[in-house]
């Protein structure tokens, strides 16, 4: 299942492709009743390679998931993006049901 929306957020490409891109800023916008919590697991700030652990609550059952950035592109130097395009992707490494 895919979700797409569009946002209109007034900051510097900069400062929102910073934020979007460091995965423990993911619970500032989630869902609150997720009780959504993600730690950096590899230490640093986000690059390729970066791994986060996500704890939250989905259809009333806790979980976690491990999550690494597979994917991600930015300005030589910088975490910020090119005026051309900047890309971070994650994927979900593994996911497990924890009982209650």
């Known amino acids: ?15 929102v492709f910073d934020t979007l891109s460091d995965g423990e800023h993911h619970p500032e916008w989630a869902n609150p009743n997720a009780k959504l919590s993600m730690t950096s697991v590899s230490g640093g700030p986000p690059a390729l390679g970066s791994k986060y652990r996500s704890e939250q609550v989905f259809v009333g059952k806790p979980q976690t998931a491990d999550i690494e950035i597979v994917r991600f592109s930015a300005r030589a130097g910088s975490r910020s993006p090119s005026a051309s395009a900047s890309r971070a992707a994650a994927r979900t490494c593994t996911t497990r049901t924890r009982s209650p």
């Open 1 to 15: 299942m895919a979700y797409h929306w569009t946002m209109h957020i007034d900051a510097p490409p900069e400062k």
